[in-house]
């Protein structure tokens, strides 16, 4: 089994900034790319950022400049750091990270349980 968990979540204020954690934990053999969405009210879950395992970034246009992902290879955790946020921020962000099990050595994609980011004054 593997468990991911996500926090730094919260209210924040339009400008402000939070930064969300994502740990993995379990039977990891190695992990590959590991991934940040978010799902407003409504709205369908979309990709906001992704990191490979070597460390190559992508963006979603929306936050491309305000948001940096990262990763700490040693702890199996990423990071999302987000900044001059705007009220169309608000969404519940989830992890999503391509996991080599060590049992089977097949790649799975595991999910976390989500946080909750809200931007309003």
């Known amino acids: 089994q593997v468990q991911l968990v996500e926090s730094g979540g919260g209210l924040v204020q339009p400008g402000g900034s939070l930064r969300l954690s994502c740990a993995a934990s379990g039977n990891i053999f190695s992990i590959y790319a590991m991934d940040w969405y978010r799902q407003a009210p409504g709205k369908q879950r979309e990709l906001v950022a992704a990191?490979?395992?070597?460390?190559?970034?992508n963006y979603a246009d929306s936050v491309k400049g305000r948001f940096t992902i990262s990763r700490d290879n040693a702890k199996n955790t990423v990071y999302l750091q987000m900044n001059s946020l705007k009220p169309e921020d608000t969404a519940v962000y989830y992890c999503?990270?391509?996991?080599?099990?060590?049992?089977?050595?097949?790649?799975?994609?595991?999910w976390g349980q989500g946080t909750q980011v809200t931007v309003s004054s």
């Open positions: 999503n990270a391509d996991v080599v099990v060590i049992t089977t050595k097949r790649t799975i994609g595991y």
């Open positions: 990191i490979t395992s070597g460390g190559s970034t």
